[in-house]
């Protein structure tokens, strides 16, 4: 049988938070020998969380939209779990977030990317904006998109 994925806002402090984080933990923090710290978790409450789920409603990616200014929301955290990388699934996500954006009014998103992921933003119409930096110790660098 074909899968079928939904997206959807997660409610901070709700059991689809702690699955999300989660996820995070095991696809962006263990890697990098590094884990959250409650204080960074915290300071989250004003940010939007979305997810995508299979239709028994296990969660498979997530992704942070932290507004920046009315203009423009900062994507963070971009995860899919590791069985489901490279099938169109963080596609489906970050397309789903740039319309949730662009209907709360915000005309422009920035994400500081890992230079692994580059190609993937790229594939959406990211743009890279200066030069390499670090983050969390290893290589980034800032991408931006237009929603108008
Ligand atoms: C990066 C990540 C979010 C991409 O999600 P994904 O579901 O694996 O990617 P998709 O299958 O949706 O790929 C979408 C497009 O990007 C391209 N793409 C994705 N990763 C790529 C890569 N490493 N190199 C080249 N192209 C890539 C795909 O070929 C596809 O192109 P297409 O639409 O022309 O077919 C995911 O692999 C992930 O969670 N990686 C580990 C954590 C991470 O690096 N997060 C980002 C931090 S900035």
Redesign the pocket.
């Known amino acids: 049988m074909e899968n079928t994925f939904f997206c959807c806002q997660i409610d901070f402090a709700t059991p689809e938070a702690d699955q999300a984080l989660m996820i995070r933990n095991e696809?962006?923090r263990k890697p990098l020998q590094l884990s959250f710290d409650p204080e960074d978790i915290e300071d989250e409450w004003d940010s939007i969380h979305l997810g995508i789920f299979l239709s028994d409603h296990t969660m498979i990616?997530t992704l942070i939209l932290k507004p920046v200014s009315p203009e423009i929301v900062k994507m963070r955290q971009?995860?899919?779990s590791n069985d489901?990388?490279?099938?169109?699934?963080?596609?489906?996500l970050v397309t789903y977030s740039e319309d949730f954006a662009a209907k709360l009014g915000y005309s422009r998103i920035e994400?500081?990317?890992?230079s692994?992921?580059i190609?993937?933003y790229t594939?959406?119409q990211y743009e890279i904006i200066g030069d390499v930096f670090l983050e969390v110790g290893i290589e980034h660098v800032k991408m931006v998109k237009n929603l108008t």
């Open positions: 696809i962006l990616g971009v995860a899919i489901w990388q490279g099938k169109g699934i963080g596609k489906l994400l500081h990317a890992r692994t992921a190609p993937f594939s959406l």
